[in-house]
Structures are given as C-alpha cells and as structure tokens.
C-alpha cells in the first residue's frame, strides 16, 4: 500500500541553524500538508500547498518557514533559523483532493533544538 | 481562531464495552471534519472524513456521525477491543484545526 515517508526519523540541530525536513508523498497526490506537535500539546497545521504553491497557512508559518516541492517527488519543509520552541515533532500529509479528502500521514520526524 | 474541543479527554473502558466520544466545532462555514486514530510511536490514521451534514460512516466496528448546524460529531466504538486502545483525533475547517484528542485504553 502506498504511503508517505520523512526523513530524517530524528533530527537535533542548534537554535539559528536552517534544518530541512524531506516527504516523500503518495505519487498520485496532488495536495500536501505539514503539521507540528509540539511536546504535549495539539496537533497544528502549518500549511498546505497545491499547484507548486501554498494554498493556506497558519499564523505559526513565518517568513522562518517555506515549503517546496523541488522535484516531481519530494516535499520539503525548511526552516531558516531554527528557535528552541520549533522543538517538536513534524508531520507531513498528502491527499488526492482538498478539505474533503483523506489525508494519508508520514511517520514524522521529531526536531530537536538546542 | 477557530476552536475545536474534544471530550472526554481521556477514557477506560473494559474489553467489550462500548463508547463514544465528541467533537465539537464552530458550526459556521463548515468544511469538512477528519477523525483519525492515533496509535503511540506511529502516524495518524484517517478513519472517516465527514462532509453533510447528517452523515453517518462506519468501518468495521466504529462509526461517526456529524451535525453541522449544532457543530458536533460523535465517534463510536462498539465492542472496544484492547487493540482499541489509541488517541482519536479530529479537525475541522480549512486549515485543519485538531482537537486535543481523546485517549482511549481498553482493558481485557
């Protein structure tokens, strides 16, 4: 069955660092999403992107964010200059369609900054 | 902001018995609402998305209904296995607002 990886599993980095963080969404997807969960708290979107752009986002989605999908297959997150509270573990989606669609979930990968 | 509640937030039950949970949400500009189930050390899971109002979907032994004027959807769970045992999750709207979640244990 296909699904959605992410990579790496586990990252850490020092805060003012850039991180990346790669997804490999289900190949016939269109729509693409990333979430956080910080450490005890709820899940949070951060942004969908649709057509090679971003189709909503979240007030937690800066100018320290951006989304890009650089070939036909990844999906990436990039983080300029990683803070302590971006500490947290970040999901990627993808669905087929919009809102009322399934969303298929990666197996995350938590970010660790110090 | 848009508010999404769930509850109980945490719940045991016996092997066998069965549950319900909610989630509640603005019932204005109404979207859509996912239910996931969300196992430790795994991804969520999307169960059900639900889109009119009066839906009902089921899938083996749970099921959700949705009420879109009055902002709730029920999840229920019949026959709670242990295997059961997971958070549930919802969101709601355009940009996906979860809830808190519901922990669900099933004790054998």
């Excluded at chain 2, 999404?4 to 019932?27: I, K, M, R, Y």
């Excluded at chain 2, 099921?63 to 879109?68: H, M």
Aim: glycine share 6%; hydrophobic share 30%.
């Amino acid at each position: 069955e296909p699904e959605v990886t992410q990579t790496p599993s586990h990252q850490v980095t020092q805060m003012g660092q850039e991180v990346i963080l790669r997804c490999v969404p289900i190949s016939n997807h269109l729509y693409f999403y990333w979430y956080r969960q910080i450490l005890g708290q709820k899940v949070e979107f951060l942004v969908s992107f649709y057509n090679n752009e971003i189709s909503e986002k979240s007030e937690i989605f800066d100018d320290q964010f951006s989304v890009e999908r650089p070939d036909g297959s990844n999906f990436t997150l990039k983080i300029r200059s990683t803070k302590l509270e971006d500490s947290a573990m970040y999901f990627c989606a993808s669905s087929g369609g919009q809102y009322q669609e399934t969303q298929y979930f990666g197996p995350g990968t938590r970010l660790l900054v110090l | 902001i848009l508010n999404v509640e769930q509850s109980p937030q945490s719940l045991h039950v016996q092997e066998g018995d069965s549950t319900n949970f909610t989630c509640s949400f603005p019932s204005s500009n109404f979207y859509a609402l996912h239910w996931y189930r969300w196992e430790t050390a795994k991804s969520p899971e999307a169960l059900f998305v639900m889109t009119l109002n009066g839906d009902e979907k089921k899938k083996g032994r749970i099921s959700a209904t949705l009420n879109t004027k009055e902002g709730y959807s029920y999840l229920y769970i019949k026959g709670s296995q242990p295997e059961d045992s997971a958070t549930y999750l919802c969101s709601y709207g355009n940009k996906l607002v979860f809830g808190a979640g519901t922990i669900l244990r099933v004790k054998s």
